[in-house]
């Protein structure tokens, strides 16, 4: 059993920056595969990234398009998204989750594949 606690959201102008954190309380994120996910207004929670177990593969969804980099720092137990670039249409309520897996490049990318979900943390870009 893992909780995870967002944290990192906000307000900023479009070009602009944030950086994401996601906080697991279990000991370990060894485990576990991560991803990020985002909610706008009206629209359906979609993929943005996600990250092996190992930290060694990560993936991304189309729209990244380079912007964004998701990292993880195990021996903290949490996982970055780093977003650059912030555009109007990245306004959403970004979540984290995590799935328990063996395999060490495993980077799920849909949401039935993802165990744990945390609250998520609301990033509004201003235009």
């Known amino acids: 059993q893992v909780q995870l606690v967002e944290s990192g959201g906000g307000v900023v102008q479009a070009g602009g920056s944030l950086r994401l954190s996601c906080a697991a309380s279990s000991r370990t994120l060894t485990s576990y595969a991560m991803g990020w996910f985002r909610q706008a207004p009206g629209k359906e929670r979609e993929f943005v990234a996600s990250i092996s177990w190992s930290g060694k593969a990560t993936y991304y969804a189309g729209f990244v398009d380079d912007r964004f980099s998701i990292s993880s720092h195990n021996a903290e137990d949490t996982v970055y998204l780093q977003m650059n670039s912030l555009k109007p249409e990245d306004t959403a309520v970004y979540y984290c989750?995590?799935?328990?897996?063996?395999?060490?490049?495993?980077?799920?990318?849909?949401?039935?594949?993802?165990?744990?979900w945390g609250q998520g943390t609301q990033v509004t870009v201003a235009s």
């Open positions: 989750a995590a799935v328990i897996t063996g395999d060490y490049y495993y980077t799920p990318r849909t949401l039935s594949e993802y165990e744990y």
